[in-house]
């Protein structure tokens, strides 16, 4: 079964600073790999999505992007740290199968001060 | 565009009482439909899922929904809770995109009560 990986699991950086958070895959090859931010009453947003090595889309425009520089990492950053980037990070995998649903990390707790 | 109405934000019930937690999804073609379970500080965690065939879903915990396409509807039920129920609760439907996309509702707190 997968398992993902997420770390830190959790994070406190003053606004303007960078951002690196990375999540690796185990258990399967070639996933469709997931960023997500959950804050507090308003669910999940799906942030950033990827079907392969190098390949990113883009759900919402923001301060954050993406990359995927192996088959099973896939890492989310920022130049600059908003206020409004607080929140928790949720990466998510799935095999790239119909009925293959989504499974979650840990999730990070980025709180920019 | 489609949509995941979760309406109960909070549900408290009482230890071994019934519960329904309420979805209902909005979208034009075929979905596939989810429940998540999320403890504190913790990732999201699949408690059962709709493919396809019987509309009747049994789930880990305990748990089973009910698919109703006519009322667009995945109602979440369990006979009898535990105290270790407490947790948030997400629906989610997806669809096929470029990949399968996950829309979410805002979730349902539910506490169970001793």
């Known amino acids: 079964s997968q398992t993902i990986h997420q770390w830190p699991a959790t994070l406190v950086q003053p606004v303007g600073s960078p951002l690196s958070l990375e999540c690796t895959v185990e258990?399967?090859?070639?996933?469709?790999l997931y960023w997500y931010r959950q804050a507090a009453g308003r669910g999940l947003q799906l942030l950033f999505y990827?079907?392969?090595?190098?390949?990113i889309s883009s759900e919402v425009p923001q301060n954050l992007s993406a990359s995927r520089p192996q088959d099973r990492q896939f890492i989310l950053s920022s130049k600059k740290l908003l206020l409004s980037d607080s929140g928790f990070y949720l990466c998510?995998?799935?095999?790239?199968?119909?009925?293959?649903?989504?499974?979650f990390g840990n999730g990070t707790r980025l709180t920019v001060t | 565009a489609q949509s995941v109405t979760q309406l109960d934000s909070q549900v408290p019930v009482f230890e071994e009482a019934p519960v329904e937690l309420r979805c209902n999804y909005s979208?034009?073609?075929?979905?596939?439909l989810f429940w998540y379970v999320q403890y504190p500080n913790q990732g999201l965690q699949l408690l059962l899922k709709?493919?396809?065939?019987?509309?009747l879903v049994k789930g880990i915990n305990g748990f089973e929904a009910e698919f109703n396409k006519s009322q667009t509807s995945f109602h979440l039920r369990k006979p009898s809770v535990h105290i270790s129920d407490t947790a948030e609760y997400f629906c989610?439907?997806?669809?096929?995109?470029?990949?399968?996309?996950?829309?979410f509702g805002t979730g349902t707190r539910l506490k169970v009560l001793a």
């Open positions: 998510a995998c799935r095999r790239d199968s119909y009925n293959s649903p989504l499974h």
């Open positions: 258990g399967t090859s070639n996933p469709n």
């Open positions: 990827s079907v392969g090595i190098g390949q």
């Open positions: 979208s034009s073609v075929s979905v596939y």
């Open positions: 709709y493919l396809s065939g019987s509309t």
């Open positions: 989610a439907v997806s669809r096929y995109s470029g990949t399968y996309k996950y829309i």
